[in-house]
């Protein structure tokens, strides 16, 4: 696999713009709510899905090897933070995005919506999944399902959901430019 200079730029710089998304955040008792899924989604919708999911593995791998650019920190012990999986999540999201869109005729609201809203479910799949594990068999503290739906999914769905409005409405509007500028492949090419 060669990528060509201009995909490693891409996914670098998404990658860069996840961790600063880590870093925009609103702090809440277990699960801060940061725009790391705003850049996650323009990944897979921007890069595609093989990109967009490099530029994911990339932001994971950085920071379980040390460098502190997720939301709590970074380094391999991460593994083990009850918000790891929404990490796992952006990965998958990116990709499933992305494999939604890049072969989409039509830019249109309903047509970018679905797939950020298939990509947001796998984050709180993930996310939510991975929470109620660690803190059940890792921490040893009982959490029930319905408790980690209030702490890991509740609070933050409402934010999830206009911000998927705002990342379909605004992909309706760039998509087809960086199309037409070649940025973006077009399913035509």
């Known amino acids: 696999m060669r990528l060509k200079t201009r995909e490693v730029t891409l996914i670098s710089m998404f990658t860069a713009l996840t961790a600063i998304g880590a870093f925009i955040k ?25 990109h967009g999911l490099y530029s994911q593995l990339l932001y994971v791998g950085i920071g379980l090897v040390g460098i502190p650019i997720f939301a709590n920190g970074g380094g391999p012990a991460y593994l083990l ?29 309903l047509n970018v919506l679905t797939p950020v809203l ?45 911000l998927s409005g705002v990342i379909a409405f605004t992909a309706v509007t760039v998509v087809p430019v960086l199309r037409r500028s070649g940025l973006v492949k077009s399913i035509k090419q």
């Open 118 to 162: 298939t990509g947001l479910f796998f984050v709180y799949l993930i996310g939510v999944s991975y929470l109620y594990m660690i803190v059940n068999l890792y921490v040893g503290r009982q959490m029930s399902v319905v408790e980690a739906l209030m702490v890991g999914f509740m609070p933050y769905i409402a934010p999830d959901l206009i």
């Open 81 to 109: 933070q009850p918000t790891f999986g929404y990490l796992i999540g952006f990965i998958m999201c990116a990709f499933i995005i992305g494999k939604r869109t890049e072969s989409l005729e039509e830019i249109s609201f």
């Open 26 to 50: 609103i702090p809440t008792p277990v699960v801060p709510f940061t725009l790391q899924f705003l850049f996650c989604a323009y990944a897979g919708i921007f890069l595609g899905a093989k």
